[in-house]
């Protein structure tokens, strides 16, 4: 059984910077793909940036350049570093872990409880 937790949400002015982690407890396999997804209400749910199994990265063309998504395997730990905050990225944000390959948000299996990010201008 794989148990996803989000930390490192909070509210930042704009320009700031945050660091998500995602801690897996129970056994995430190596040919999973791990990902960030955020929501806002009233919207569907949206990918961030994914990482696949052999560490390939995809980004969302709104925070290509300013958000990285890295993972160490020995902690069991995902990251999402994000830059250059702006407004519009306020969003509870996801992690998520799948079988690769990966598909659209509803496909995915394990789905950790969400953090808040709130950038204020």
């Known amino acids: 059984q794989v148990h996803l937790v989000e930390s490192g949400g909070g509210s930042v002015q704009a320009g700031g910077s945050l660091r998500l982690a995602c801690t897996s407890s129970g056994y995430i396999a190596s040919s999973y793909c791990m990902g960030w997804f955020r929501q806002v209400p009233e919207k569907d749910r949206e990918g961030v940036a994914i990482i696949d199994s052999d560490g390939t990265t995809i980004y969302a063309d709104s925070v290509k350049g300013r958000f990285t998504i890295s993972k160490d395997n020995a902690e069991n730990t995902l990251y999402l570093q994000m830059n250059s905050l702006k407004p519009e990225d306020t969003a509870m944000y996801y992690c998520?872990?799948?079988?690769?390959?990966?598909?659209?948000?509803?496909?995915?299996?394990?789905w950790g409880q969400g953090t808040q990010v709130t950038v204020s201008s």
């Open positions: 998520a872990a799948d079988p690769c390959p990966w598909g659209t948000p509803g496909r995915w299996n394990y």
